[in-house]
């Protein structure tokens, strides 16, 4: 893979669909979505409840299957790949803060973070390490040995945001990152995932239902109903 400079085309969906279950249970998730999502730039994936946002960004994370039509990631097609093969890009390429945080309660701060560092091979004391140093980037420095229990909601996103930064994926994708936070740490939350996050050859996904935090993004995908209506550049990306 060649080195990437901002604005090339990290996901590309052409046609994707998705449907749950089969014949009188089934549901249409996605519709047929057409979507480009460009590095060096952090795009909103935002709609109403139910619209298909999670459906949307697991299937390009690679964690779930697509029933028809094309995704392209970083120009692979990785879901006609075997398990194995998704397993292993995924845990190099992909960051992911899930909708529910998914943190592990019976491991720290650090732990929690050093996950996808150990699910790479590094060892447990230098991934803790590791994890500690990018905890402080996340202002949780001292908070390394917490539990997760002892955190604030927000403290603990900020786990979740560490956690999916430190093996420094190409792709990032937060599913509600600030749906449990007040109007300044949400604030914080996304200016600090795009200082960490935004490079020139990364490419950020937030879904998201907060108006509030919309002047941070480049560009705003609007879904409804299974499909992506029209994309929106904001000032901020022009
Ligand atoms: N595992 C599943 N089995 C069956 N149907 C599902 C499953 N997961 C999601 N759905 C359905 O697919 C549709 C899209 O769900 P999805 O979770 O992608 O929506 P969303 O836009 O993320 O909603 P929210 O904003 O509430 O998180 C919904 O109708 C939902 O009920
Ligand atoms: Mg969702």
Same mark, same amino acid.
Do not use: L, N
């Given at each position: 893979m060649s080195k990437l400079t901002a604005g090339q085309l990290a996901v590309n969906c052409r046609g994707l669909t998705k449907q749950y279950g089969q014949g009188e249970n089934a549901v249409q998730a996605l519709r047929g979505i057409d979507l480009e999502v460009r590095t060096g730039e952090m795009t909103y994936l935002v709609g109403? =409840?139910?619209?298909g946002k999670t459906t949307l960004i697991s299937v390009i994370a690679g964690t779930l299957d697509r029933s028809g039509g094309a995704c392209e990631v970083f120009g692979d097609d990785?879901? =006609?790949?075997g398990e194995r093969k998704r397993a292993a890009w995924r845990g190099r390429n992909v960051g992911f803060v899930f909708q529910a945080l998914n943190l592990v309660p019976t491991l720290t701060a650090a732990e929690n973070v050093a996950i996808p560092l150990m699910i790479l091979g590094e060892g447990h004391d230098k991934a803790v390490r590791r994890a500690g140093e990018m905890l402080e980037r996340v202002d949780l420095g001292a908070r390394a040995r917490s539990l997760p229990a002892q955190l604030s909601g927000g403290q603990q996103q900020r786990v979740a945001i560490a956690r999916a930064l430190v093996h420094d994926p190409r792709l990032v994708v937060c599913d509600e990152p600030t749906s449990a936070l007040d109007h300044d740490t949400g604030h914080r939350v996304m200016e600090l995932l795009r200082s960490v996050a935004?490079?020139?050859e990364r490419a950020l996904i937030v879904v998201t239902h907060d108006a509030r935090i919309f002047s941070l993004a480049d560009r705003i995908a609007h879904m409804d109903d299974g499909r992506v209506e029209r994309v929106e550049s904001t000032p901020s990306s022009r």
């Open positions: 109403p =409840s139910g619209c990785v879901a =006609s790949w935004s490079s020139a």
